[in-house]
């Protein structure tokens, strides 16, 4: 609740000294408020809408969407607050000053729409801003409800001092107060970096550095006041790792030096501006490089998967994977024997799995057919020892004492996994039943064998636990490289590359006030047309 309290208690202060500053210069020039006010009411109506609209798409997406999405609309929002603290910890004492030659300028170029649409602008981008921190700050809050009383208070009281400022019954020092302010936000954003690359860990997109690095649960214990101002509010967990750690302390140490160092220390605007870019072009170099020469890794894996039965004790040939274009794989069964089996995995008929802890595509297949070479004839013996060693219900020795007609029927249920296209594991089981007829038998008998025969040995394998361990540790290397990658070659550039960007339009309006500065006074100082020329000559009498 404090968090969102400030929140709106600054962002709608900041807007109620605009929208009143602008509307004391309008009264005292004797203009009328009315476009001004459907400015604001539209402002206000639109940020409404833009914070909606967010919640219902967040709530529209899949678990790992909506945690994708609370880290985007977290990185957003810090980059809103922090943007927001360093402007009016620059302009807050002269913002009335600033704003009033805007307006000036605009009531002189287009008239009170223009400052209708200024109005409404300055209101936009306030409440925007608040829409998405207030929205990132509602995820991470214990209490949704005490969460929206506190930015609702927060509000009201900005509006309340917004009103008594413009009717002059109050007076706040607004550099003293943003600058307060600004220390509280700058912790209660760093929280939501914490927040931020949890949720992008949950939604997948980093998995870099997440050893625990702490145990704080002492200092913020379930349930206590310490628990809801230091985890609720400033969005600190108590088992932090290693990257959260990171990113808070690199955030919290940077902006609170841009915003709190000396201002007798500050270089001048003009080395400021030339700092930046020099740091821009560092990063960008950085980022480039990262994106060019990061190293790549080969994964090794046989080409061919050997096979053992499914008691383990013998070989039983070997596998292979092959891909076919655009329609999944085809897999070479070679047996023992010499046989080879081709069995087609279709792209369509793939199901998610998951093997080793790694996503997986499987496959099962099953078909049926007669196996060849399987004695047409069998005594009872043979049919005892294929029931492992009992005679099977329904069959009477003393009636029907044999040779019986045997019909043979296979089923085999294959069995494939494969990531990442390499085959994973894979196996095979035979159920052999046999049709027993003659010997006086009324009717035919069902028989299933109870040990697989030779006539079952094409389906009765698998992959050998030694290849499989081997797949599965290259693999589980492959996955730890893909999210250094995914870091390293892919996000931090980016987030470099932005930096560099955002660095290189900062020096260039410092540079560009420096020179419209810089020819302002160079006009002043210069003649103007139509003006005598003075030569120092004495005049003619």
């Known amino acids: 609740m404090l968090a969102t309290f400030i929140i709106g208690l600054r962002e709608g202060l900041e807007a109620a000294l605009i929208v009143g500053i602008i509307a004391a210069f309008l009264r005292k020039n004797g203009k009328s408020l009315t476009a001004m006010w459907v400015g604001v009411v539209l402002a206000v109506v639109l940020s409404v809408a833009v914070g909606v609209a ?26 809103f607050v922090t943007g927001m603290i360093l402007w009016m910890n620059t302009h807050a004492h002269n913002m009335k000053k600033e704003l009033e030659s805007e307006a000036a300028q605009a009531i002189s170029q287009s008239g009170a729409w223009a400052l209708a649409s200024m109005a409404f602008l300055a209101v936009l981008k306030e409440g925007f801003e608040t829409s998405v921190f207030l929205l990132a700050t509602f995820s991470v809050a214990q209490s949704a409800a005490w969460a929206a009383a506190g930015a609702v208070i927060g509000l009201l009281v900005a509006v309340f001092i917004g009103c008594g400022i413009y009717y002059g019954g109050i007076r706040i020092n607004l550099s003293r107060f943003f600058r307060f302010t600004g220390l509280f936000l700058i912790f209660v954003a760093g929280g939501l970096i914490i927040t931020s690359l949890m949720t992008a860990h949950e939604a997948g997109w980093l998995n870099i550095g997440q050893q625990r690095v702490a145990d ?15 985890t609720g509010v400033l969005g600190i967990p108590a088992d932090p790792n290693l990257i959260e750690t990171f990113g808070w302390v690199l955030y919290i140490a940077i902006v609170t030096v841009m915003i709190y160092w000396p201002a007798n220390r500050r270089p001048s605007p003009k080395v400021a501006a030339r700092t930046l870019l020099a740091s821009a072009a560092v990063l960008a170099l950085a980022a480039i490089s990262l994106l060019l020469f990061y190293p790549t890794f080969t994964l090794q894996v046989p080409d061919t998967a050997p096979l053992v039965t499914n008691d383990a004790q013998n070989a039983a040939g070997q596998l292979q994977l092959l891909p076919v274009a655009g329609n999944g794989y085809q897999l070479s069964v070679k047996t023992a024997s010499g046989g080879t089996t081709l069995i087609n995995l279709p792209a369509d008929a793939a199901t998610a799995g998951s093997q080793a802890g790694m996503p997986a595509d499987e496959w099962t297949v099953k078909s049926t057919y007669s196996p060849p070479g399987a004695p047409a004839i069998l ?47 894979a196996s095979a089981q035979a159920d052999e039943v046999i049709t027993l007829s003659g010997s006086g038998l009324q009717s035919p008998r069902t ?56 660095f290189v339009i900062s020096a260039l309006r410092v540079l560009l006030k420096l ?4 020819l302002s006074v160079s006009g002043k100082d210069g003649l103007s047309f139509g003006s005598p020329l003075h030569t120092g000559l004495p005049k003619n009498k």
């Open 54 to 79: 967010l919640e219902l798409t967040e709530r529209a997406l899949p678990q790992a969407g909506q945690e994708g999405m609370e880290s985007v609309i977290g990185g957003v929002a810090v980059f």
């Open 216 to 230: 704080l649960s002492w200092l913020v214990p379930p349930g206590t006041v310490r628990s809801a101002l230091i």
């Open 379 to 425: 005594d009872l013996d043979a049919v005892v020892a294929l029931y492992g060693n009992r005679i099977p219900i329904g069959l009477d020795p003393a009636q029907h004492p044999g040779p019986y007609q045997a019909a043979w029927t296979l089923h085999c249920n294959v069995q494939v996994s494969v990531a990442q296209g390499v085959l994973l594991g």
């Open 447 to 502: 028989v299933t064998a109870r040990h697989p025969t030779a006539a079952a040995s094409g389906c009765n394998w698998q992959v050998s636990g030694a290849y499989q361990q081997s797949v599965s540790d290259a693999l589980q290397q492959m996955q730890t490289y893909q999210d250094t990658y995914r870091f390293w070659a892919v996000m931090l550039p980016v987030l470099l590359l932005a930096l560099a960007l955002i």
């Open 515 to 518: 020179r419209n500065e810089r």
